[in-house]
C-alpha cells in the first residue's frame, strides 16, 4: 500500500508568497549595494554596520531561495511525501528561525526511524530518530524529531497512515 499526501491549496500559496519575498529581496538589493544610506543627521550609514545588514541580507535571501526552491520541486513531484511500509519519501521538514526559512528535502524517513505516532492537536504526528533520517549531511542539524505529515500542507488519512506504520 502505497499513500500520497496530496498538496493542499495553502502550499501553492505559501510557495507564491515566498516567491514573492525571493523577488521583493532581490529587487532591494542592488539598490541597497550600491547607493549610500543615510542616517537621521544626514551622514551615511557606517560602512561597518552597512556590511553586517548586507550580510544578514543575503543569508536571509538565501534561506529563503533554498527553501522556495525545494517547495517547488514538492510541486513538480505532486505530493508532500510518498508513504509506504518501508517508510516516508520525497518530503520536507520546515522551521523558521528569525527571519530565515528553513525548508529541508527529506529522501526518506525509513520505518526504522519512526520510533511512535501520536494524534496531537488533531493531526497525526511521528517522533524520529534524526540519526536515521535519509538527509543531506549539510542539511541534519535542522532535521527536527517531529514529523507532521505535511500538517495544512497536505491532505492525509490519519486512519490510513497509522495503519500502516502499526
Known sequence: MMLHGKLRPGFYIATVFLAAAVALLLW??????????????????????????TVIFILVLLSWTVSLIVMIMQIVRGSLFTADASGITHTLQAMVLFALIIVIPIRK??????????????????????????????????????????????KTDPASLRELYR
Request: neutral net charge.
Open 28 to 53: 532591494f538589493l542592488p539598490s541597497w549595494l550600491s547607493e549610500d544610506i543615510l542616517l537621521d543627521d544626514n551622514t551615511p550609514l557606517p560602512a561597518a554596520q552597512k556590511t553586517v545588514i
Open 109 to 154: 524517513i525509513p520505518r526504522e526511524a519512526i520510533e511512535n505516532l501520536e494524534e496531537k492537536d488533531g493531526h497525526l504526528q511521528a517522533r524520529l530518530n534524526k540519526r536515521k533520517v535519509d538527509v543531506c549531511p549539510l542539511w541534519r542539524p535542522f532535521v527536527q524529531k517531529t514529523y507532521h505529515f505535511g500538517y495544512r500542507f497536505a
